[in-house]
T-cell receptor
Framework: AQKITQTQPGMFVQEKEAVTLDCTYD???????LFWYKQPSSGEMIFLIY??????QNATEGRYSLNFQKARKSANLVISASQLGDSAMYFC??????????????FGSGTQLTVLP | DTEVTQTPKHLVMGMTNKKSLKCEQH?????MYWYKQKAKKPPELMFV???????INESVPSRFSPECPNSSLLNLHLHALQPEDSALYLC??????????????FGPGTRLTVL
């Protein structure tokens, strides 16, 4: 069975500094996708970044980058130059193997990030 | 445009009420999802519609009844709910293709309180 582990329930970072949120996964499927979502206190889940299992390069989207280490089965999110608006819950997720016409997501337990002024 | 809209934003209902949650997307996505999320927990999948057909029902009680009138709309009908059903209900959509980048985009959610 597929599993996502986020071992940091809470993290603090000073404004303008970089922070790494950890995510490890377990799957026996050679083809999978890894996602990071941000959920502010307002509730909306915001898609941040995607990494495919066959992608040769680490994904980047603006201030977000994904440190993908396939052999270690880790997909850590790096946020550079943290801003106060980055304070939120962050979820790592993995897409399950093809199931019908729509794929499901397995979520980690989340990391609550607080950016300090 | 990656917008998924949900109405209402907040809903308070009694255990004998009937209400509906609505979700809409105009991205041409063919898969739509309902999730339930408790505070400080990850979302839990409830239902998946693929090409307007119910493809996944994660053993959800019958007091929750999904409906997909067309490819852009998804409803969740609520009847005789329990206080433990109070949660954030999230709708999501995705292209629904086997492509490796099939990404789910979420709406802002409906905060439901059952009294």
């Amino acid at each position: 069975a597929q599993k996502i582990t986020q071992t940091q329930p809470g993290m603090f970072v000073q404004e303008k500094e970089a922070v790494t949120l950890d995510c490890t996964y377990d799957t026996s499927d050679p083809s999978y996708g890894l996602f990071w979502y941000k959920q502010p206190s307002s509730g909306e889940m915001i898609f941040l970044i995607y990494q495919g299992s066959y992608d040769q390069q680490n994904a980047t989207e603006g201030r977000y980058s994904l440190n993908f280490q396939k052999a270690r089965k880790s997909a850590n999110l790096v946020i550079s130059a943290s801003q106060l608006g980055d304070s939120a819950m962050y979820f790592c997720a993995m897409r399950e193997p093809y199931s019908g016409s729509a794929r499901q997501l397995t979520f980690g337990s989340g990391t609550q990030l607080t950016v300090l002024p | 445009d990656t917008e998924v809209t949900q109405t209402p934003k907040h809903l308070v209902m009694g255990m004998t009420n009937k209400k509906s949650l609505k979700c809409e997307q105009h991205m041409g996505h063919r898969a739509m999802y309902w999730y339930k999320q408790k505070a400080k927990k990850p979302p839990e999948l409830m239902f998946v519609y693929s090409y307007e057909k119910l493809s996944i029902n994660e053993s959800v009680p019958s007091r929750f009844s999904p409906e997909c009138p067309n490819s852009s709309l998804l409803n969740l009908h609520l009847h005789a709910l329990q206080p433990e059903d109070s949660a954030l209900y999230l709708c999501a959509s995705s292209p629904g293709t086997p492509a490796s980048t099939d990404t789910q985009y979420f709406g802002p959610g409906t905060r439901l309180t059952v009294l």
